[in-house]
């Protein structure tokens, strides 16, 4: 078998529609899981957001708004050419499908590389929970004002991770996309990689409001 | 259709093995350990998840043994804790949660369904070796002392005071929380678009049912347990946390995160022994299940109303009693499908041709035993009994009923049914009905006086008690070794079968399923042609006879 | 064996798509110092559910796809409500009775 050969069907499937539907099926699935994991932050961001209103608000001040809403741009930049990278693999075109593969890889590092600057500025402001000298401005309880940190960091720190994992199956897309791995019959791991991106991208859609804009008014 | 009127006895001829079949497809270590074949996938389960039962199982019987004297005279309280969390552990999340769906439903779901394997037979490899790296950490836990919490681990003893190794078994729990995704993800997948053709929903044997509603309940909570271990691996590693009343956390909201998933998984226990039941009830009774529709419908609401209840768990925890009063009705409700099957079942068996087989024997010790644990749960639902009995041994006999007397029934029932289609060979018949009563026996006199005994007070997670209680856990404990004697014996006739037993035909039972039309072991790729199907499950009478006038 | 299943969707679609989600995401960060007391957590809310709603229709293709996809989302959300509320029935209602702990 030449290095680029497509995409072959497994023995177990009767047609390349079957493994397809499979493969979408069994990624959404997996996409059900992801969404109830991240919901257990959800709800514990509820329940204390609902207790101390005023240390989430204190919190949600203390994040740059400007580098949030650019990153919320940059992600939602990166759904697109991933998007437009999973339609160039059904339409066959290799060369296409590895520009935008590595347009929506360079996005995602963009996101995280801010993410990056965000964390080092709130280890500089002293924002880090549970660390001596923990002191957030306005906020009325500073023992409560930690658990905003708590949940930002676990929040967006959970996010991150899954960003790095699609980071690292994007590069595998990649090589894949550059050896002409996917047709319009058998493009099913980029699909399902896109899939997996748009998720962590819609987590972030959420993330942005619940976390940045919380009581910027007056 | 023509189901063999003689089913196995002494008598009938040895039957010829097949040439090629699934366990002489390839030899050595690597056609094992890199097998993509879901019926070798399952022997290799039914290895490591039979280990972490033989591992909490010891750890039962030094409990038992500790509470045979009312002094704790065996081991220190520290110890005590140890062994039960362990037990806990061990037991739910390495034994009961994956036992059947990874071993029996893994063996079976394609061949019931008519396909060649899973819909990802990778990722079916790969959710062993999971699971056997999660259990490696609990493992190495347990040779470091174990974890001393309770399986729950409520916080803040978990994250801030125990000194044992939280982390690790932690860190287990959420890694073979993966194997069990992957597991009820291949499942769901399999079971819409893998079927063969012909094959409707309902025309699916109610061992598929149960083990897709098993996948929904798996998929839908176990991602909950995963971020609760990860939030409390996080309070106890750096020090902060949500549930930290220091900085405005609350610990009741690790128990309603631990518990959204923890009831529910109760329900991944047990639906599928109630789906080996129903496989067993119509076969020995010669006779088609009764309410078909109704056993499907109420598996699946038995996986939705699941988790719907789980804070009946928390009714003294300190939660709002108006919150208490919405679960305590809510967990009426989820009573009403399991009372449908049980009703069912029965059904069943009213003017069937009922056999005494083995499996039949584990079939109706689960439907009565069941039947007990489920009737005081519903006593434990009713939140002015609970508040007398929570944390008593009343709790202990009432999930022991269902753990045991019901899920533990099934998975042996369902391994006496099918082993002969898994390994091709026949066990001794009398040393199997004799096991069945012997575990019977020894699992009431077990647990039956721990329904006194929490009734009339004796805390649980405690390692002494008042004397006057001795009498009643001497009881316990002597019925625990009784129960113990009966677990050992399948395991010697077993492991003797697959050398010396006899071989067994496609259809040693004269039963009728898909996977008794293929041969014993089945070949690696289950059926020689895909079959069609053409009629639905449990086709018994008169008229579905090839030789009947009237069709 | 293959081919008509798989939904090709336009490039001006995906496009306009983009452009409707950046557009939202500016009108979320503005809105955001507008005081509307308490129904600017539901503004907030509601854009960003009807962003994800773009994405989950479009971009992961569930508008051209099968109903059982559209189902597996919808259990998505059905489940998260229920941890969401269940829980909350807690919270909500402590104190309520007046007596200490409950």
Redesign the interface.
């Known amino acids: 078998m030449s290095a680029n050969a497509r995409a072959p069907l497994a023995h177990h499937f009767d047609?390349?529609?079957q493994q397809?539907?499979s493969a979408?099926?069994g990624m959404?699935?997996f996409?059900?899981t992801e969404?109830?994991f991240f919901?257990?932050l959800?709800?514990a961001y509820?329940?204390y957001r609902?207790?101390y209103p005023e240390v989430f608000i204190a919190g949600s001040r203390s994040l740059d708004?400007v580098l949030g809403?650019v990153n919320?741009?940059i992600l939602?930049?990166s759904?697109?050419t991933?998007?437009?990278a999973v339609?160039s693999a059904?339409?066959s075109r290799s060369r296409t499908t590895v520009f935008f593969l590595l347009a929506t890889i360079v996005l995602g590092a963009a996101f995280l590389g801010i993410k990056t600057v965000e964390y080092h500025d709130k280890f500089v402001h002293h924002h880090l929970p549970g660390q001596p000298g923990f002191h957030l401005a306005g906020a009325p309880d500073q023992a409560h004002a930690q658990m905003f940190f708590v949940l930002y960091f676990a929040m967006t720190g959970l996010h991150a991770l899954h960003m790095i994992i699609g980071a690292g199956l994007l590069g595998v897309m990649t090589v894949m996309a550059a050896r002409g791995r996917f047709s319009?019959?058998?493009h099913n791991a980029i699909e399902c990689t896109?899939?997996y991106w748009?998720?962590v991208?819609?987590v972030w859609?959420?993330l942005?409001?619940?976390l940045?804009?919380v009581g910027?008014?007056? | 259709m023509n189901p063999n009127p003689h089913p196995m006895n002494a008598d009938s001829e040895a039957a010829e093995p097949p040439r090629h079949h699934y366990l002489n497809a390839g030899y050595g270590i690597r056609s094992w350990l890199l097998t993509k074949d879901h019926k070798r996938i399952a022997i290799l389960y039914l290895v490591s998840v039979n280990v972490f039962f033989a591992l909490g199982g010891l750890m039962a019987v030094l409990i038992r043994l500790e509470l045979a004297t009312p002094q704790g005279d065996l081991f220190q309280p520290d110890v005590y804790n140890r062994l039960f969390t362990m037990h806990g552990i061990m037991m739910i999340f390495f034994f009961l949660i994956p036992g059947i769906p990874a071993i029996l439903g893994n063996f079976l779901l394609p061949i019931m369904i008519g396909a060649k394997d899973l819909a990802f037979p990778k990722l079916n490899l790969l959710s062993w070796y999971i699971f056997n790296f999660g259990g490696a950490f609990v493992f190495w836990a347990l040779l470091h002392g174990g974890v001393d919490t309770g399986w729950t681990f409520y916080t803040p003893f978990s994250t801030t005071f125990s000194n044992t190794h939280v982390l690790a078994v932690g860190v287990g729990i959420f890694i073979t929380g993966f194997s069990s995704i992957l597991t009820g993800l291949n499942f769901i997948v399999t079971v819409?678009r893998m079927r063969a053709p012909g094959l409707t929903w309902f025309r699916l044997p109610l061992f598929v049912w149960s083990m897709y509603a098993t996948s929904l309940i798996i998929v839908?909570g176990t991602p909950?347990i995963a971020i609760t271990v990860l939030l409390l691996a996080a309070e106890r590693l750096f020090h902060v946390g949500i549930f930290d009343p220091a900085i405005g956390g609350d610990p009741?909201?690790f128990q309603?995160l631990f518990w959204?998933y923890s009831h529910p998984a109760v329900y991944i226990m047990i639906l599928p022994s109630m789906g080996v039941v129903s496989e067993i009830v119509p076969a020995f009774s010669r006779k088609k299940i009764f309410g078909y529709r109704f056993i499907a419908y109420s598996s699946v609401a038995l996986a939705v109303l699941g988790?719907?209840v789980?804070?009946h768990h928390m009714f003294v925890a300190?939660?709002?009693?108006?919150?208490a009063a919405?679960?305590s009705a809510l967990s009426m409700l989820v009573a009403v499908p399991s009372a449908i099957k049980v009703f069912n079942w029965t059904a069943t068996l009213y003017k069937g041709s009922v056999s005494w087989d083995t499996p039949m024997l584990y079939a109706l010790g689960f439907i009565g035993l069941f039947t007990m644990g489920g009737l005081t749960g519903v006593m434990l639902a009713t939140l002015g009994i609970d508040v007398h009995v929570h944390d008593t041994y009343f709790i202990i006999a009432h999930f022991h009923y269902i753990m045991v007397g019901g899920a533990i029934m099934g998975y042996l029932g369902g391994l006496h049914y099918w082993w002969p289609k898994i390994s091709g060979r026949l066990y001794p018949r009398f040393w199997s009905k004799l096991s069945a009563l012997v575990i019977f026996v020894g699992f009431n006199v077990t647990f039956f006086p721990q329904f006194i005994l929490g009734y009339m007070g004796m805390p649980r997670r405690y390692h002494t008690y008042p004397p006057e209680f001795q009498v009643l856990n001497v009881m316990s404990s002597a019925g625990a070794t009784i129960l113990g004697a009966g677990y050992v014996i399948p395991i010697v006739y077993f492991i003797w079968s697959m050398r010396y037993g006899r071989h067994a035909s496609s259809n040693p039972w004269g039963v009728v399923g898909l996977e008794w039309e293929t041969t014993s072991p089945p070949p690696t790729e289950n059926f020689e042609t895909t079959p069609v199907v053409t009629h639905g499950p449990y086709e018994y009478g008169p008229e579905h006879r090839e030789d009947a006038v009237v069709r | 064996?293959?081919?008509p299943?798989?939904h090709?969707?336009p490039?001006r679609i995906?496009?306009t798509?983009?452009v409707t989600?950046?557009a939202l995401?500016?009108v979320?960060?503005a809105a955001?110092?507008?005081?509307?007391g308490p129904l600017?957590n539901l503004v907030?809310?509601a854009?960003?559910s009807f962003?994800?709603t773009l994405?989950?229709l479009?971009?992961?293709h569930v508008r051209y796809?099968?109903k059982?996809?559209s189902l597996?989302?919808t259990?998505?959300?059905l489940?998260?409500a229920?941890?969401?509320a269940?829980?909350?029935?807690?919270?909500?209602?402590?104190?309520?009775?007046g007596?200490p702990?409950?």
Request: glycine share 8%; aromatic share 16%; hydrophobic share 60%.
């Open positions: 047609s390349f529609d397809r539907e979408s099926l959404w699935t996409l059900l969404m109830m919901g257990g959800f709800i509820i329940v609902w207790s708004i809403t919320t741009g939602i930049f759904s697109l991933m998007a437009l339609r059904q339409l319009a019959d058998n896109g899939l748009h998720f991208d819609i859609i959420f942005f409001p619940l940045y804009l910027r008014h007056g | 819409h839908l909950v009741l909201l309603h959204f988790f719907l789980w804070a300190g939660m709002s009693v108006y919150a919405v679960f | 064996m293959s081919g299943s798989v090709v969707v490039v995906y496009l798509i983009f989600l950046l995401t500016a979320t960060t955001a110092f507008v005081d509307m600017g907030a809310m854009i960003a962003k994800a994405v989950i479009f971009f992961m796809s099968t059982l996809t597996v989302v259990a998505g959300l489940w998260l229920i941890l969401i269940l829980t909350l029935t807690d919270y909500f209602t402590r104190g309520w009775l007596v702990g409950h």
